[in-house]
């Protein structure tokens, strides 16, 4: 299969996932049906085989040498690398979102940083620890712990 038939087959499958998403994101949070339909589009992505970086390039708009500096960096995240480097989909997805979001914005310098930290924010705020924290810190539970003043 040439790099245009595979990216062209890939980007529809992300347009269906992107589909279930908004429907997903347009109903309340508490709403069952929202979770319902974000497991199948996690479960549809999760069928996806494994991209080469070539195709994520034409993905990203993005050269094949970007994609795998963003790979090595950790941005996408490498499934394999022998015989040949492949991608794992659901994470490009997410790039895809973040990158697609950031030039809408204008912004197009510096999207390794940008990308970088939104995804390392969103891991921080997927951690249920954290989210139990701050629901804690909300209903003013807890308490406050502060450093011992250093002796002069």
Known sequence: MTVTEETRQLMDLFEQVEDIEE???????????????????????AKVPPVRPVVA???????????????????????????????????LHEVLHLVTDLRRAGKTRGLLDEVYRRLSDQALLDREDLTESIDQMHR??????????ADS
């Open 140 to 149: 003013g539970q807890g308490r406050v712990v502060r450093q011992a003043k």
């Open 23 to 45: 429907v997903a994101e347009s109903l309340p949070l508490d709403d069952h049906r929202r979770k319902k339909l974000v497991d199948v589009a996690d479960r549809i992505l």
């Open 57 to 91: 390039g034409a993905l990203l708009d993005m050269t094949d040498k970007t994609v795998r500096a963003w790979a090595h960096e950790g941005v996408l995240t490498v499934l394999s690398t022998e015989p040949r480097m492949l991608l794992d989909p659901a994470r």
